[in-house]
């Protein structure tokens, strides 16, 4: 039997695709790359706290170090921690070659202090807004709100965690060591080249994009070990449109402490948790016993999707290993429990429920048959008042409102 130089080439080069596809499979088996733990910023004495827009050099894989967007030289940027009660002082600068727009989605303040598309900051700008931080503890994220850009802009790298952080909080006997036994984690795939830097499709980015890789803190399946005990994991879903299922591999409980708007009144027992774009939760996990367990985000690409990823472009998520978590030391004799209660709900509505339709359109996008534009006000509540929206969308994608509870 004889080949043709053309058949030995294509039975060469497979042969190459399913070794590497086979050593990445035995690579990504065990996760051999520490978590990285975001630089903590916190607000003191009424200090101004700068957040920085650059170019970073950051190695997704662990080696090769390749340029992305950051914050403060980190990517994803610094978790910025600050007590409600507080006036934050802010200095954002913008030294990117394009204008952006940053917000804090999950704060409860004015629209023209939050950011967004109202404060554009050219290349070279400075913008420091003062934030009356006036709410209950929660988990926020900020981010790039550019107008036509956040989901590039976001996909490049400019994300972090942002903490509010009350009395009552505080107080509570929840896992609170930054970085010890309290930790931020960012979610988002990216889809990688041979050389370690983030491919972003525009086209396709049109019906939302999806990566093959998932990174957390911008790091492949890493892992962290933990003393005994419970840990809190925030989690925040920064990808351009992937939905998740959380669940643990030995099918042990998640308690959900708190979601987008702060804390729940009781913790939620579940065996799996879905987090679909722009949301935040919080999570307990009891380490007290048993060995190491792994967070996953639902099934992995096989081998053959692997293999037709190839040749063509795949949605499946190469590995989905979210994080592994290593408890060390003797296992306690007495085990202390999840608190049963949190925090008190004391909303009261003390005035009549205002109905409000709201359409989420895709063709063309706009929000009850209108366009977005930055001059226009759409929709007039009353202050003080309570509504009730419906909300209908044409395809699945998350909503939420910026700078109100709900």
């Known amino acids: 039997m004889s080949f043709s130089r053309r058949q030995f080439l294509q039975a060469s080069g497979l042969a190459v695709c399913l070794g590497s596809l086979s050593s990445s499979v035995r690579a990504g088996s065990v996760s051999d790359r520490k978590l990285p733990i975001p630089p903590l910023l916190e607000s003191r004495n009424g200090q101004p706290l700068f957040v920085t827009l650059q170019k970073v050099h950051w190695a997704f894989d662990g080696t090769q170090k390749t340029e992305v967007w950051g914050i403060n030289g980190s990517m994803p940027g610094p978790t910025i921690k600050v007590k409600s009660g507080d006036d934050v002082k802010l200095i954002y600068s913008n030294r990117l070659n394009e204008p952006v727009s940053m917000t804090v989605s999950g704060l409860l303040v004015p629209g023209t202090q939050i950011g967004g598309a109202a404060r ?5 700008a400075y913008w420091s807004p003062v934030l009356p931080i006036r709410q209950k503890a929660a988990t926020c994220w900020y981010h790039a709100n550019t107008p036509f850009k956040m989901a590039p802009h976001v996909y490049n790298g400019l994300v972090g965690m942002w903490i509010v952080e009350d009395e009552e909080s505080k107080s509570l006997p929840l896992p609170k060591h930054y970085g010890v036994n309290d930790f931020p984690i960012i979610l988002q795939d990216k889809r990688l080249d041979n050389f370690g830097t ?4 525009k086209e396709a980015a049109t019906e939302g994009f999806y990566g093959d890789t998932l990174l957390v803190n911008g790091c492949e399946d890493p892992y962290i070990e933990v003393s005994r005990g419970w840990i809190r994991l925030r989690l925040v879903n920064a990808s351009n449109a992937r939905r998740y299922e959380l669940s643990a591999n030995d099918g042990r409980s998640l308690y959900l ?7 729940l009144t009781s ?14 939760r919080e999570i307990l996990i009891d380490l007290s016993e048993g060995e190491e367990v792994t967070i996953t985000a639902g099934q992995s690409a096989g081998f053959m999707d692997r293999l037709r990823g190839i040749f063509e472009p795949s949605n499946l998520l190469r590995n989905t290993n979210v994080l592994t978590i290593k408890p060390t030391g003797l296992m306690s004799l007495v085990t202390d429990k999840v608190p049963q209660q949190l925090v008190v709900d004391d909303t009261q509505i003390t005035t009549s429920i205002q109905p409000r339709t709201i359409q989420l359109q895709n063709s063309p996008p706009g929000i009850n048959n209108a366009r977005w534009e930055l001059s226009r006000i759409d929709l007039v509540g009353k202050q003080n008042g309570w509504e009730r929206w419906l909300v209908t969308v044409e395809t699945p994608q998350p909503f939420h409102i910026e700078g109100a509870r709900f």
């Open 267 to 280: 913790p939620v027992e579940l065996k799996s948790i879905p987090m679909a774009p722009g949301e935040r």
């Open 257 to 263: 402490i708190a979601s987008d708007q702060g804390l």
């Open 198 to 201: 983030p491919q972003y499709d």
């Open 120 to 124: 554009m900051m050219s290349p070279g």
